[in-house]
């Protein structure tokens, strides 16, 4: 007879009695991580159909027709592991032909999400020591991933009546700077960092990372991505989740120097991007009229809600080159969260901006701007409570 393994039978019996301290084991950071809350998300898919989302920033519209056949075409070959994220050429070529840079400056992330965290395992190498400059405000994620890899945060003084953004940024930049991460249009204000500061951020060596999730629906001419060719310390990342419509199949790409790349290629997992994201993404590149005529639309219903808001007493809209409008209501004589409510109860959710790092407390909420009719029936909802 074998002995008892005392690892296995009496040590599986024992590991049922015996309590760990789990506190005690797990990672400090992941002790103290914030949570990113998702409840919103949670409530529009136990709800579906029955809420107009214009909390997540996504796009209201389904995929196009193209895109849902390809995805159609591709679910039978499911059963393959997909293309790894540093090869598949057909769609690396194309998001390079897209972004004006190489083939080679090019590879995918699951989602941007991701994305962010493959550069801070890539570059944050001390943890409470390597810092990363961040905005404020910006998008949540940063600060929350920022601090769960060990980066030390800093913020420079960003919102929507700062043009000294770049100034402030700089100012904070030290030998221990790993990289400045900052989304342009910036999430929530909407705003776009002038050309000449992203510039003097470059100029003084920073490595730099800009995340332009929001670049399709911006003016002409606003994406930084082709400077990649000339500059050694730019990141650009950019994802589907918005202008494409594609939030749900969670693909992101990210744009830099091919040594650069090489290292995110090693940090990140093999087969991160799934097949479906890849096929619908290359769908969507082969059908890019349909895409443009969309994002034409967007912005137009985006200007046309912008006017709207304005004309609501006690509301005042920020001008956005994002797909979503952050609205003051200081003057409103009523808190974002009753605002929030109010517009829940009618079957609208949108985001409460009431307590984001950097922007002024109980005066704003943000709205996801949607299709035109549906847009016309929020701005009847939001004229009817105030
Ligand atoms: C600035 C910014 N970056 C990235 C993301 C997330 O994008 P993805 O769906 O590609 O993870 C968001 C989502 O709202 C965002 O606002």
Not at 52 to 69: C, G, I, K
Not at 103 to 130: C, H, K, W, Y
Not at 302 to 312: F, K, P, S, Y
């Amino acid at each position: 007879m074998r002995p008892p393994d005392p690892t296995c039978t009496h040590s599986g019996n024992l590991r049922i009695l015996m309590t760990i301290n789990v506190e005690k084991l797990v990672n400090p950071r992941a002790l103290k991580a914030a949570k990113y809350d998702m409840k919103h998300v949670t409530v529009c898919w136990e709800h579906d159909g029955e809420i107009q989302r214009a909390m997540s920033n996504e796009s209201a519209y389904s995929p196009l027709e193209s895109v849902q056949a390809a995805i159609r075409d591709i679910a039978g070959k499911v059963n393959w592991y997909p293309e790894d994220a540093s090869e598949c050429a057909s769609l690396r070529d194309k998001l390079a032909a897209y972004a004006s840079v190489q083939r080679e400056n090019v590879t995918l992330a699951n989602g941007s999400m991701e994305l962010l965290d493959i550069l801070f395992q890539t570059f944050i190498a001390q943890p409470g020591v390597d810092e990363v400059i961040l905005v404020a405000p910006d998008y949540t994620a940063y600060s929350i991933r920022a601090r769960l890899f060990g980066a030390v945060t800093r913020f420079a003084i960003g919102g929507e009546d700062t043009d000294k953004v770049a100034d402030n940024i700089l100012e904070l930049v030290t030998p221990r700077t790993k990289f400045v991460l900052l989304s342009r249009p910036n999430n929530p204000t909407g705003k776009v960092m002038r050309t000449e500061d992203v510039l003097h951020i470059l100029d003084s060596g920073v490595l730099t990372v800009v995340d332009e999730a929001y670049i399709e629906l911006a003016d002409e001419g606003t994406e930084v991505a082709p400077w990649i060719n000339s500059r050694d310390n730019l990141i650009v990342s950019r994802t589907f989740s918005k202008a494409f419509g594609l939030a749900g199949l969670r693909l992101g790409y990210v744009l830099a120097t091919p040594q650069i790349i090489h290292y995110v290629n090693l940090v990140r997992h093999v087969f991160n991007v799934n097949l479906v994201a890849m096929v619908a993404a290359e769908a969507s590149l082969n059908d890019m009229d349909n895409v443009k005529a969309r994002i034409d639309e967007q912005r137009q219903t985006r200007e046309w809600l912008t006017e709207q808001i304005a004309r609501v007493p006690g509301l005042r809209p920020i001008p956005s080159q994002g797909n979503f409008i952050l609205v003051d209501i200081a003057d409103a004589g009523k808190k974002p969260e009753e605002f929030v409510s109010q517009l829940l109860n009618r079957g609208i959710f949108v985001r409460d901006f009431s307590k984001k790092y950097g922007l002024e407390p109980d005066r704003y909420f943000r709205i996801t701007v949607g299709q035109r009719q549906d847009m016309e029936r929020l701005a009847q909802v939001l004229q009817s409570i105030c």
